[in-house]
């Protein structure tokens, strides 16, 4: 659907000004919008996923580490797919709130593509570089969305997500390769550095506040050298009408499941291009480690 079909159609939760924001803009937050049980629940199930990776030595599947994880002092950096790993997380993208705000943003019909937990743990939590999404997961049009969820309250300290608003507009979209021709997941210095970077918006907020950024726009957060960990809830959602037209890098048991809506008969088309990834077929490398430049050959997001 386009922008114009999506704000047509009365919305859920969402006000038409909220609407009309994050389609100008790129990107909207909302505040404190999950209650006190989901957050709860969420926290909870997170605890059990840093439990289990006490066990866990090297990077795998499912636990992105930092290199001084260890089982007394656990450190990581991601769970991927956590739909998969705790059944909390897959209920509150169906059951909460959540996926309601995503129908007012791509319209009625909203598909899972990805989910992830990224944590930045406290104390040199690793900075994540300026890119955007869209081109690791290319679809049909430009309806996809990244909803994060703060587990807890997120400050200036913690290293909470930025964007540049507006970057969703930007044409022809910036490379994410670097000159040699290799995939950096990233701007390049001069790219970002050209960039309105002092109009860039930090999204700070209490407990249960939703980020929301579009696939094409421009985000990234600094390090968290503070004392406190921010666990940051990621779910990739779509219109039931956007297609992925490349391998989905994770490979999620619930990729093209439905969480609102029906099943679109016909795809939907942006004439816009886009950006294409590597091969992911031939293997994936997180963000976070492909931004460190370290080798974790088959280390998943
Ligand atoms: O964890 C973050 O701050 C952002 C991560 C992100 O943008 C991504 O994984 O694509
Ligand atoms: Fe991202």
């Known amino acids: 659907m386009t922008p114009e079909q999506v704000l047509a159609i009365p919305p859920?939760?969402?006000?038409?000004?909220?609407?009309?924001?994050?389609?100008?803009?790129?990107?909207?937050?909302l505040e404190a919008i999950i209650g006190d049980g989901w957050v709860r629940?969420?926290?909870?199930?997170?605890?059990?996923?840093?439990?289990?990776?006490?066990?866990?030595?090297?990077?795998?599947?499912?636990?992105?580490?930092?290199?001084?994880?260890?089982?007394?002092?656990p450190r990581l950096r991601r769970v991927s797919n956590p739909t998969e790993h705790h059944p909390v997380f897959w209920q509150y993208v169906n059951e909460s709130v959540l996926p309601d705000a995503v129908a007012d943003l791509v319209g009625p019909d909203v598909k899972f593509h990805h989910s992830k937990l990224n944590f930045?743990?406290?104390?040199g939590g690793?900075?994540?570089?300026?890119?955007?999404?869209?081109?690791?997961?290319?679809?049909?049009?430009?309806?996809?969305?990244t909803i994060g969820t703060y587990l807890y309250d997120c400050g200036m300290s913690q290293g909470p997500l930025g964007v540049i608003p507006k970057s969703h507009r930007i044409e022809p979209m910036l490379s994410q390769y670097d000159d040699a021709g290799k995939w950096?997941?990233?701007?390049?210095?001069?790219?970002?550095?050209?960039?309105?970077?002092?109009?860039?918006?930090?999204?700070?907020?209490?407990a249960g506040s939703l980020t929301l950024h579009?696939?094409?726009?421009?985000?990234?957060?600094?390090?968290n050298d503070s004392d406190l960990g921010r666990?940051?809830?990621?779910?990739?959602?779509?219109?039931?009408?956007?297609?992925?037209?490349?391998?989905?890098?994770?490979?999620?048991?619930?990729d093209q499941m439905l969480v609102r809506g029906k099943r679109a008969a016909f795809a939907h088309h942006d004439p816009r291009p886009c950006l294409i990834p590597p091969d992911w077929s031939k293997g994936y490398t997180s963000i976070f480690s492909l931004q460190q430049e370290e080798e974790q050959s088959g280390a998943m997001m």
């Open 12 to 29: 859920r939760v969402l006000t038409q000004a909220q609407r009309e924001f994050y389609f100008s803009e790129g990107y909207i937050l």
């Open 41 to 73: 629940k969420l926290r909870d199930a997170t605890d059990e996923m840093v439990e289990r990776s006490r066990k866990v030595t090297r990077s795998d599947l499912i636990f992105d580490l930092e290199p001084d994880h260890r089982p007394d002092a």
């Open 120 to 123: 930045k743990w406290s104390k």
């Open 126 to 145: 690793e900075e994540v570089k300026w890119h955007y999404d869209i081109s690791f997961w290319p679809h049909t049009n430009y309806s996809p969305l």
């Open 184 to 206: 950096v997941g990233c701007l390049s210095a001069d790219d970002a550095a050209a960039l309105d970077l002092d109009k860039a918006v930090y999204l700070t907020g209490p």
């Open 214 to 223: 579009n696939c094409r726009t421009i985000h990234g957060s600094p390090r």
């Open 231 to 254: 666990p940051l809830l990621l779910y990739t959602l779509t219109s039931a009408d956007a297609f992925p037209y490349t391998t989905n890098p994770i490979k999620p048991a619930h």
